[in-house]
């Protein structure tokens, strides 16, 4: 069994007591009797290795996985759809003297809110488009459909997990349509900006919804991804793991189950276990959202492994570390994540 832990690398490699061993000292007995190597690929690029790269975008990939996720919500099929993009609501700040991108995260609006802001977005938007339509399936998930196919063409947007914390000015789209598309990005954001529900977000000290992130008209993986050395039979994923990997597995249609916690009673046994709880979070660079993550992470699935994973994969945006277990090193003592962070920087 293999396992695969996307966000488990901080992005800032100097921090420090950010990951005591008392926080997971499962997973720091792993690490610590094994042997560690550094490689400049994503958690994609990973997760491609596996289960193979699928020929839908990134943004597809997700509704897919909306659907699979919630059942009994009826979001349109693919093909009713036409053209996807993610369009999900975040947060500029001013630091300095640059904008920078920030996902809500807890500040996320209630689904009444965000339907609302959704709606009359639409309204705006189909000036332009008669027939999109900004689809809300969670408060922090949009889409907008219905856009014409050549609007996106050898246009590209930068996915929101690169985006997030960076400058809003290094993560524009560019191509041949990104000025039309940053044209239209100003006006909803001057929409957003004057809306009743932000002016009462900031009455709260809640941050504004100042701006919909777009992304997701690229593969979720770079052309050149190795092709799986071979296919795992069953994954377990958590219970709310990302729903573009959701989508993956059943692109790829490889059998998945959700879980809260590692189920002892059940008779399947995986060969592939994915967990992305940690993720967001060191994407937004929220230490103590992080830490909780990684202490519910150790709780209801490290400590409970029948055995330790053949090998284990702690990745970031655009780097991991694969830790193998070797017999040579049972008698190692325990390794934190946090001197692993600071040893392969």
């Known amino acids: 069994m293999e396992l695969i832990l996307p966000g488990a690398l901080w992005p800032n490699p100097n921090a420090t007591a950010f990951a005591p061993i008392e926080s997971h000292p ?19 690029e990973i997760v491609a290795e596996r289960i193979g790269a699928p020929a839908h975008t990134t943004a597809e990939l997700r509704w897919r996985g909306e659907a699979l996720d919630r059942a009994g919500t009826n979001l349109p099929s693919l093909a009713e759809s036409g053209t996807i993009l993610c369009a999900d609501p975040v947060h500029l700040y001013l630091a300095r003297d640059h904008l920078v991108v920030t996902e809500l995260g807890e500040t996320a609006p209630q689904q009444e809110e965000a339907e609302r802001l959704a709606t009359e977005l639409t309204a705006l938007i189909r000036t332009e488009w008669p027939q999109a339509t900004l689809v809300v399936v969670t408060p922090t998930r ?7 196919s050549d609007a996106c063409a050898n246009t590209t947007f930068t996915p929101l997990a690169e985006a997030s914390s960076r400058p809003y000015a290094e993560v524009l789209p560019h191509g041949a349509h990104a000025r039309a598309w940053l044209r239209r990005m100003n006006e909803w954001q001057v929409f957003l900006a004057n809306h009743p529900i932000n002016r009462a977000r900031e009455q709260q000290g809640l941050p504004p919804i100042n701006a919909l992130w777009l992304w997701g008209n690229h593969s979720v993986t770079p052309p050149n991804s190795a092709k799986p050395r071979s296919q795992p039979l069953h994954v377990f994923v958590n219970d709310d793991a990302d729903p573009i990997l959701l989508g993956w597995l059943a692109a790829q249609r490889i059998p998945f189950t959700c879980h809260r916690t590692w189920p002892a009673a059940s008779a399947c046994r995986p060969d592939l276990v994915i967990l992305d709880a940690l993720a967001e979070a060191a994407r937004r660079l929220d230490w103590h959202a992080w830490q909780r993550a990684l202490s519910n992470v150790e709780t209801h699935w490290f400590s409970r492994f029948p055995r330790p994973p053949r090998a284990i994969h702690l990745a970031a945006t655009r780097a991991s570390i694969t830790a193998t277990p070797v017999w040579w090193r049972r008698f190692a003592k325990p390794l934190s994540l946090e001197l692993l962070n600071r040893c392969c920087a």
């Open 26 to 44: 499962t997973l720091a007995r792993w690490l610590g009797k094994s042997v560690r190597t550094p490689h400049a690929r994503s958690y994609q």
């Open 142 to 148: 949009w889409y907008l459909t219905g856009i014409p």
